[in-house]
């Protein structure tokens, strides 16, 4: 094994300086690959085009997937299951209630975002504390 990554960083350092393309092949699904194809038509660029773009840009997505998770926590925090379980309640139903400042509110419960301004706005937080 040391011996296959001796030669593997060999050959890494030797490709470093090389400044012309040489070909790579990977295994993929059909369907990677439909999607690989239909990304590029609709990019205007060749098959071979598009997948040099989207490794070269591999190294920015690393990044993002890191963001995607933290995005995902956030929205099972928010996205609950109190908070679904009140929206599949209430679909379609329009809630009237009073806000926090005493005014007449109504929401109409199609989304989770619906059911938590609904309970956002029947709260209100104490500003002393």
């Known amino acids: 094994m040391e011996n296959q990554s001796a030669v593997a960083e060999d050959y890494i350092a030797s490709a470093r300086p090389a400044t012309n393309k040489v070909s790579v092949g990977f295994k993929c699904s059909a369907k990677n ?14 098959l071979s085009e598009y997948c040099e773009m989207v490794m070269s840009n591999y190294e920015d997505w690393k990044p993002n997937a890191e963001r995607l998770n933290e995005l995902e926590k956030k929205v099972a925090f928010y996205e609950n299951k109190t908070l679904r379980g009140l929206c599949e309640k209430y679909q379609g ?11 007449s509110m109504s ?17 209100k937080l104490r500003d002393d504390v």
């Open 93 to 103: 139903q329009t809630i009237d209630f009073i806000t926090a400042d005493s005014y």
């Open 107 to 123: 929401v109409k419960v199609n989304t989770v975002q619906d059911v938590f301004t609904i309970l956002l706005h029947s709260v």
């Open 33 to 46: 690959k439909l999607r690989f194809t239909d990304s590029s038509i609709k990019s205007n660029l060749s």
